[in-house]
């Protein structure tokens, strides 16, 4: 057969698998017919439907403030939190009105696709099918993974674990191996910076402290490091979509640090014992979030056979050992209190880390041992890998359904903006300084008429809120229930009105005598629409680029550093 083939076979084998395990990693949901309610589900889905709105009104727009959802007082979330990652969970919502399918049908295609980016990013890394097809069963069947989808419902750092394979894999290949693979760390970290700023922060820091430790080992590496920051430098252009308004907003107005938390680390033995378990309880109902019993039972084969493996694989283990311990409360966090690591809330976050070196180590150990086998052979050890992933996991899913407080089918939208959940919603986190004393009389619809308090009920209606406000006097200055931003603009009969910022934070602004119907709009600036504008080229050069390296034939097809080397003889000729 020949390698074409062979290639081709492989494929096909791969996207079948995962479009099967996928369906695994939902079965547990689809069977119950029910959502865990998760930590961040009610402020989840509240996107969810804000974006399918959006969509649904021919996205109109940037879709900077909530004009469905977050109690319809223009919450500019989209503005600090990217969105166009969970486009994918929105997009579902266009077929179907019901958000727990939407949900079911997001989970199970982002699980494909990390099945994939994990199956050839380890491919590519070891040379070894056994070894990626592992990695990318051990990855996806993982207990922090499962924490993020089912136990928090914290999207964000659910869609981002997707991709940090990719920002894995160019890294190492940068800085040792080949360095047009520069364009993985590109692609990677852009959609992680339009998933979830925490995420990227956290692989940032991977980065810089990743390049640091390599230098004393790597050969030309001024070269290697400004390929490195190249990659990096792209990804301000591809991510632009999101970082241009953000910035823009930022520098408009003062905002408080979303949820202070002070950090603090799991308790050693707690987080062992229940990674042992592999418990998926809620941190409310008394659970710890933690690595899973297949992670542990790695760090303790990887210590068992650590003189066996190669020098990379010692390295990824012992990376493993050092971010598992970061997590918990024998490192000194108080330390990191008032510095920028704060902002991360939760040093459990960082158990991405150990899970993904964990993972690896694992598949390293397969490949050690049994990359000699015939097909026949390694394919039995892939089920055995796969049952001994898989059964645990199911168990402790089952479990964690089976008591956990749980979403019915039939949920309607309604739900979201009951008053119950306004601490659920987080509307506090991106209000301005100066709204943040006023924001329950505000997210009550209470607004102000010459000083006068009273309900103002919004509408929403074509990606824009309604107000109808009446007017006795001549004029009259209102100050509405709606959060002020940058580029929150207000229309009367059509046309733009003046807005001043009140002691609120809120919209103000002056009103004639009669019924005045007030509609308000998020109106792109010129820099977010230069944002877009180089973010859509940026990726498409991009895409380009990608295409012509990875194509076989392709004259581009070769490394920076051959690039570097022939200038440099051309220089001495």
Request: a neutral charge; aromatic letters at 16%.
């Amino acid at each position: 057969m020949s390698k074409k083939k062979i290639r081709s076979k492989e494929h096909i084998i791969v996207f079948a698998s995962a479009l099967f395990l996928a369906l695994l990693f939902i079965g547990p949901m689809l069977v119950k017919g029910k959502l865990v309610f998760g930590d961040d589900l009610t402020y989840q889905l509240s996107r969810i439907i804000e974006l399918t709105a959006w969509l649904k009104n021919g996205m109109q727009d940037f879709p900077g403030i909530s004009v469905e959802s977050f109690y319809q007082i223009g919450y500019g979330v989209n503005i600090f939190y990217p969105w166009m990652t969970l486009l994918l969970f929105s997009s579902v919502g266009l077929f179907t009105e019901n958000l727990v399918v939407s949900v079911y049908i997001g989970f199970y295609l982002y699980t494909f696709i990390t099945l994939l980016i994990s199956y050839y990013c380890m491919k590519q890394f070891s040379n070894s099918w056994l070894a990626a097809a592992a990695f990318s069963i051990l990855y996806t069947f993982s207990i922090y993974r499962t924490i993020d989808a089912y136990t928090r419902f914290a999207l964000a750092e659910f869609i981002a674990l997707t991709f940090i394979p990719l920002v894995l894999l160019g890294s190492y290949e940068v800085l040792f191996g080949k360095t047009r693979y520069w364009i993985l760390v590109t692609i990677g970290f852009s959609l992680i910076v339009c998933t979830h700023v925490l995420s990227a922060f956290l692989i940032c820091i991977y980065l810089v402290l990743f390049w640091g430790i390599s230098l004393y080992f790597l050969e030309n590496r001024v070269k290697r490091s400004l390929v490195l920051l190249f990659s990096g430098l792209v990804s301000i252009f591809t991510s632009a979509v999101f970082l241009f308004g953000f910035i823009e907003e930022q520098l408009f107005q003062t905002f408080l640090q979303p949820s202070p938390y002070q950090l603090e680390g799991n308790d050693t033995f707690q987080l062992i014992s229940k990674s042992i378990s592999s418990d998926l309880l809620q941190s409310s109902m008394g659970g710890i979030y933690n690595v899973g019993f297949t992670c542990i039972l790695l760090l303790f084969l990887g210590a068992f056979f650590f003189k066996k493996l190669e020098l990379k694989a010692k390295v990824i283990y012992i990376l493993g050992i050092v971010t598992l311990f970061l997590t918990t409360d024998g490192f000194p966090w108080s330390i990191l209190q008032n510095t920028p690591f704060s902002l991360i809330q939760f040093p459990f976050r960082l158990m991405i880390f150990p899970t993904l070196f964990f993972c690896i180590t694992g598949a390293n150990l397969l490949q050690l041992f049994f990359e000699q086998y015939d097909v026949k052979r390694k394919s039995g050890i892939l089920v055995v890998t796969f049952l001994f992933s898989f059964l645990p996991w199911l168990l402790s899913v089952n479990s964690m359904l089976n008591t956990a407080f749980v979403l019915e089918m039939n949920i309607t939208d309604d739900y979201f903006g009951q008053s119950f959940n306004r601490y659920s919603l987080w509307i506090d986190q991106y209000t301005p300084e100066e709204g943040q004393h006023y924001i329950d009389e505000i997210h009550k619809h209470i607004g102000y008429r010459d000083n006068e308090g009273f309900f103002m009920e919004p509408k929403s209606t074509n990606g824009a809120l309604l107000f109808e406000i009446p007017i006795e006097k001549s004029e009259s200055v209102v100050d509405l229930p709606v959060i002020k931003y940058k580029n929150t603009q207000a229309f009367v009969d059509g046309e733009v009105i003046p807005v001043t910022l009140s002691e609120r934070g809120t919209m103000q602004l002056n009103l004639k005598k009669g019924i005045n119907v007030i509609e308000i709009r998020y109106v792109s600036s010129i820099v977010v629409k230069i944002g877009i504008v180089v973010s859509f080229l940026s990726w498409v050069l991009v895409i380009l680029y990608s295409v012509l390296v990875f194509h076989q034939k392709s004259p581009i097809k070769r490394d920076f550093l051959d690039i570097f080397n022939k200038v440099k003889k051309d220089d001495k000729n």
